[in-house]
Protein backbone atom coordinates (compact mmCIF):
# COMPACT_ATOMS: atom_id res chain seq x y z
CA UNK A 1 0.00 0.00 0.00
CA UNK A 2 1.06 3.53 -1.06
CA UNK A 3 0.80 6.67 1.06
CA UNK A 4 -1.50 9.20 -0.88
CA UNK A 5 -0.59 12.27 -0.57
CA UNK A 6 -3.46 14.71 -1.89
CA UNK A 7 -3.14 18.21 -4.02
CA UNK A 8 -2.77 21.51 -2.29
CA UNK A 9 -2.46 20.15 1.40
CA UNK A 10 0.73 20.55 3.62
CA UNK A 11 1.63 17.19 3.04
CA UNK A 12 2.21 18.15 -0.24
CA UNK A 13 4.76 20.57 0.49
CA UNK A 14 6.81 17.59 1.15
CA UNK A 15 7.25 16.64 -2.27
CA UNK A 16 9.36 19.13 -3.77
CA UNK A 17 12.76 18.81 -1.27
CA UNK A 18 11.85 15.04 -1.20
CA UNK A 19 12.67 15.14 -5.11
CA UNK A 20 14.90 17.32 -5.13
CA UNK A 21 17.31 15.37 -2.88
CA UNK A 22 16.74 12.01 -5.19
CA UNK A 23 17.48 13.98 -8.62
CA UNK A 24 20.26 15.50 -6.62
CA UNK A 25 21.19 11.83 -5.52
CA UNK A 26 20.95 10.29 -9.40
CA UNK A 27 22.86 13.73 -11.32
CA UNK A 28 25.65 14.33 -8.60
CA UNK A 29 26.24 10.68 -6.76
CA UNK A 30 29.69 11.75 -6.07
CA UNK A 31 28.69 14.84 -4.33
CA UNK A 32 25.77 13.42 -2.42
CA UNK A 33 23.94 10.76 -1.53
CA UNK A 34 20.13 9.70 -0.61
CA UNK A 35 19.22 6.43 -0.85
CA UNK A 36 16.16 7.20 2.02
CA UNK A 37 14.51 9.73 -0.80
CA UNK A 38 14.15 7.55 -3.89
CA UNK A 39 12.93 4.61 -1.48
CA UNK A 40 10.09 7.12 -0.07
CA UNK A 41 9.22 8.38 -3.20
CA UNK A 42 8.37 4.71 -4.42
CA UNK A 43 6.47 4.36 -1.53
CA UNK A 44 4.36 7.89 -2.17
CA UNK A 45 1.05 7.77 -4.01
CA UNK A 46 0.89 11.01 -5.73
CA UNK A 47 1.12 12.33 -9.81
CA UNK A 48 4.88 13.60 -10.07
CA UNK A 49 4.46 14.09 -13.41
CA UNK A 50 4.53 17.85 -13.74
CA UNK A 51 7.42 17.73 -10.93
CA UNK A 52 9.13 14.95 -13.41
CA UNK A 53 8.95 17.59 -16.51
CA UNK A 54 10.36 20.41 -14.88
CA UNK A 55 12.99 18.42 -13.91
CA UNK A 56 14.80 18.47 -17.76
CA UNK A 57 15.41 22.34 -17.40
CA UNK A 58 19.02 23.45 -16.94
CA UNK A 59 18.28 25.37 -14.20
CA UNK A 60 16.50 23.11 -12.12
CA UNK A 61 18.95 20.94 -11.78
CA UNK A 62 21.65 23.74 -10.68
CA UNK A 63 18.42 23.67 -8.24
CA UNK A 64 18.72 19.67 -7.36
CA UNK A 65 22.34 20.49 -7.00
CA UNK A 66 21.57 23.40 -4.26
CA UNK A 67 19.44 20.99 -2.01
CA UNK A 68 21.77 18.24 -1.79
CA UNK A 69 24.94 20.34 -1.23
CA UNK A 70 22.48 21.96 1.38
CA UNK A 71 21.92 19.15 2.96
CA UNK A 72 25.68 18.06 2.81
CA UNK A 73 26.20 21.31 4.54
CA UNK A 74 24.23 20.74 7.51
CA UNK A 75 25.58 16.84 7.97
CA UNK A 76 28.87 18.73 8.14
CA UNK A 77 27.87 20.59 11.15
CA UNK A 78 26.31 18.40 12.80
CA UNK A 79 28.81 15.69 12.28
CA UNK A 80 31.50 18.64 13.67
CA UNK A 81 29.25 18.89 16.57
CA UNK A 82 28.90 15.48 17.88
CA UNK A 83 32.55 15.10 17.92
CA UNK A 84 32.88 16.89 21.14
CA UNK A 85 29.67 16.18 22.37
CA UNK A 86 28.73 12.58 21.11
CA UNK A 87 25.67 11.97 23.00
CA UNK A 88 24.16 15.13 21.93
CA UNK A 89 20.35 15.47 20.81
CA UNK A 90 20.18 16.14 16.98
CA UNK A 91 17.62 18.13 16.43
CA UNK A 92 15.89 18.62 12.70
CA UNK A 93 13.47 21.47 12.92
CA UNK A 94 10.89 21.45 10.07
CA UNK A 95 11.94 17.87 9.08
CA UNK A 96 9.66 16.90 6.68
CA UNK A 97 10.74 13.76 5.18
CA UNK A 98 14.34 14.60 5.13
CA UNK A 99 16.37 11.69 7.01
CA UNK A 100 19.71 13.94 7.58
CA UNK A 101 19.56 12.85 11.50
CA UNK A 102 20.10 9.29 10.57
CA UNK A 103 22.66 10.03 8.12
CA UNK A 104 24.49 11.45 10.83
CA UNK A 105 24.15 8.88 13.69
CA UNK A 106 27.16 8.16 15.62
CA UNK A 107 24.90 5.05 17.00
CA UNK A 108 24.41 6.91 20.70
CA UNK A 109 23.48 10.82 20.16
CA UNK A 110 19.63 11.54 20.20
CA UNK A 111 17.60 12.07 17.40
CA UNK A 112 14.55 14.54 17.17
CA UNK A 113 12.63 15.42 13.78
CA UNK A 114 9.91 18.69 14.53
CA UNK A 115 7.13 19.65 12.60
CA UNK A 116 3.69 20.32 12.03
CA UNK A 117 1.22 17.87 13.03
CA UNK A 118 0.09 16.81 9.40
CA UNK A 119 4.01 16.32 8.41
CA UNK A 120 4.34 14.35 10.99
CA UNK A 121 1.65 12.28 10.53
CA UNK A 122 2.96 11.17 7.09
CA UNK A 123 6.62 10.67 8.36
CA UNK A 124 5.31 8.38 11.23
CA UNK A 125 3.81 6.22 8.05
CA UNK A 126 6.85 6.57 6.16
CA UNK A 127 9.86 7.23 8.53
CA UNK A 128 8.62 6.03 11.60
CA UNK A 129 11.40 6.97 14.96
CA UNK A 130 13.81 4.12 15.12
CA UNK A 131 16.01 3.64 18.38
CA UNK A 132 16.94 6.85 19.83
CA UNK A 133 15.04 8.93 17.94
CA UNK A 134 11.18 10.70 18.62
CA UNK A 135 8.80 12.25 16.02
CA UNK A 136 7.45 15.45 17.81
CA UNK A 137 4.44 17.04 15.74
CA UNK A 138 4.40 21.01 17.27
CA UNK A 139 4.69 24.59 15.69
CA UNK A 140 8.12 25.50 15.92
CA UNK A 141 7.17 29.23 17.10
CA UNK A 142 5.88 27.88 20.39
CA UNK A 143 8.54 27.18 22.21
CA UNK A 144 6.58 24.27 24.54
CA UNK A 145 8.93 21.86 22.26
CA UNK A 146 11.73 23.23 24.21
CA UNK A 147 10.85 20.76 26.85
CA UNK A 148 10.59 18.05 25.02
CA UNK A 149 14.43 18.10 24.00
CA UNK A 150 17.27 16.38 26.27
CA UNK A 151 19.72 19.13 25.89
CA UNK A 152 21.84 17.51 29.02
CA UNK A 153 24.81 16.11 26.97
CA UNK A 154 24.25 19.32 24.45
CA UNK A 155 22.30 19.57 21.41
CA UNK A 156 23.17 20.84 17.99
CA UNK A 157 19.94 22.05 16.17
CA UNK A 158 19.23 22.40 12.00
CA UNK A 159 16.90 24.03 10.03
CA UNK A 160 17.01 23.13 5.88
CA UNK A 161 14.92 25.59 3.90
CA UNK A 162 12.79 26.48 6.94
CA UNK A 163 13.26 30.16 8.26
CA UNK A 164 12.68 31.75 4.73
CA UNK A 165 8.82 31.38 5.59
CA UNK A 166 9.30 32.83 8.95
CA UNK A 167 9.16 36.27 9.65
CA UNK A 168 12.21 38.30 10.49
CA UNK A 169 10.95 38.85 14.21
CA UNK A 170 9.79 34.99 14.52
CA UNK A 171 12.71 33.98 13.78
CA UNK A 172 15.08 36.69 16.21
CA UNK A 173 12.43 35.42 19.14
CA UNK A 174 12.92 32.08 18.39
CA UNK A 175 16.69 32.18 17.92
CA UNK A 176 16.81 34.16 21.39
CA UNK A 177 14.94 31.81 23.31
CA UNK A 178 16.74 29.01 22.15
CA UNK A 179 19.91 30.27 23.02
CA UNK A 180 18.41 31.34 26.79
CA UNK A 181 16.73 27.56 26.68
CA UNK A 182 20.02 25.65 25.19
CA UNK A 183 22.96 27.71 26.52
CA UNK A 184 26.47 26.24 24.85
CA UNK A 185 24.70 24.22 21.62
CA UNK A 186 24.51 25.04 18.23
CA UNK A 187 22.09 26.21 15.14
CA UNK A 188 22.72 26.02 11.77
CA UNK A 189 20.24 26.84 9.02
CA UNK A 190 20.33 28.31 5.44
CA UNK A 191 19.45 31.82 4.73
CA UNK A 192 19.77 34.25 1.33
CA UNK A 193 19.35 38.31 0.92
CA UNK A 194 16.18 39.92 -0.08
CA UNK A 195 16.24 39.56 -3.39
CA UNK A 196 16.89 35.65 -3.25
CA UNK A 197 14.12 35.45 -1.11
CA UNK A 198 12.01 37.37 -3.22
CA UNK A 199 12.19 35.22 -5.96
CA UNK A 200 11.42 32.43 -3.50
CA UNK A 201 8.25 33.57 -2.34
CA UNK A 202 7.32 33.88 -6.22
CA UNK A 203 6.55 30.34 -5.77
CA UNK A 204 4.12 30.38 -2.89
CA UNK A 205 3.02 34.32 -2.31
CA UNK A 206 -0.19 33.47 -3.75
CA UNK A 207 -1.07 30.38 -1.61
CA UNK A 208 0.38 32.28 1.36
CA UNK A 209 -2.01 35.41 0.57
CA UNK A 210 1.73 37.15 1.60
CA UNK A 211 1.30 40.81 0.93
CA UNK A 212 4.57 42.08 2.52
CA UNK A 213 7.45 39.72 2.02
CA UNK A 214 9.99 42.47 3.41
CA UNK A 215 8.54 41.59 6.30
CA UNK A 216 9.99 37.86 5.61
CA UNK A 217 13.40 36.47 6.64
CA UNK A 218 16.51 37.53 4.79
CA UNK A 219 19.92 38.74 5.63
CA UNK A 220 22.63 40.86 4.11
CA UNK A 221 25.46 40.80 6.69
CA UNK A 222 24.68 37.80 8.93
CA UNK A 223 27.57 37.78 11.31
CA UNK A 224 26.56 41.53 11.99
CA UNK A 225 22.75 41.55 11.92
CA UNK A 226 22.54 38.42 13.65
CA UNK A 227 25.63 38.53 16.45
CA UNK A 228 24.36 39.57 19.99
CA UNK A 229 26.77 38.67 22.91
CA UNK A 230 24.37 40.23 25.36
CA UNK A 231 22.08 37.42 24.68
CA UNK A 232 24.82 34.32 24.07
CA UNK A 233 24.51 34.51 20.51
CA UNK A 234 27.85 34.26 18.04
CA UNK A 235 27.59 33.96 14.97
CA UNK A 236 29.53 32.59 11.70
CA UNK A 237 28.38 32.15 8.03
CA UNK A 238 29.90 30.24 5.18
CA UNK A 239 28.38 30.40 1.84
CA UNK A 240 26.55 27.17 1.57
CA UNK A 241 27.23 26.27 -2.57
CA UNK A 242 31.44 26.73 -2.43
CA UNK A 243 31.69 27.49 1.24
CA UNK A 244 32.34 23.39 2.24
CA UNK A 245 33.44 22.30 -0.99
CA UNK A 246 34.67 23.47 -4.39
CA UNK A 247 32.34 21.48 -6.34
CA UNK A 248 35.21 20.37 -8.76
CA UNK A 249 33.54 17.01 -9.54
CA UNK A 250 33.30 15.70 -13.14
CA UNK A 251 29.58 15.56 -12.66
CA UNK A 252 29.06 19.55 -12.68
CA UNK A 253 30.03 21.86 -14.88
CA UNK A 254 32.27 24.80 -15.10
CA UNK A 255 29.01 27.18 -15.65
CA UNK A 256 27.23 25.43 -12.65
CA UNK A 257 30.32 26.35 -10.10
CA UNK A 258 30.23 29.81 -12.01
CA UNK A 259 26.58 30.35 -10.81
CA UNK A 260 27.43 28.95 -7.49
CA UNK A 261 30.56 31.30 -7.12
CA UNK A 262 27.80 34.41 -8.27
CA UNK A 263 25.09 32.88 -6.38
CA UNK A 264 25.80 31.69 -3.38
CA UNK A 265 24.04 31.95 -0.30
CA UNK A 266 24.90 31.60 3.09
CA UNK A 267 24.97 28.61 5.90
CA UNK A 268 24.62 30.40 9.20
CA UNK A 269 26.04 28.83 12.77
CA UNK A 270 25.19 29.80 16.19
Not at 25 to 34: A, G, M, T, V
Not at 70 to 97: I, M
Request: hydrophobic share 40%; net charge negative; aromatic share 12%.
Amino acid sequence: MKYKIEKNTVQETLIIPLYARKMCSELFPDLYRDETSARLIDKIDYDFTKVAQKSESFMQKFGFLEVGVRQNDLAFEVRDYLKTHPNASVVNLGCGLDNTGRHCDNGICKIYNLDFPDVIAVRNELLPAGEREKNIPCDLNNTEWFEKIDASDGAVFFASGVFYYFRYEQVKSLVYAMAKAFPSCRLVFDSAGKTAVSMIAKTWIKQAKIKDVNAFFYVSDAEKELSDRDNNINVSSKGYMLGYTDLKDESVSAFFRLLAKFGDNVIIIF
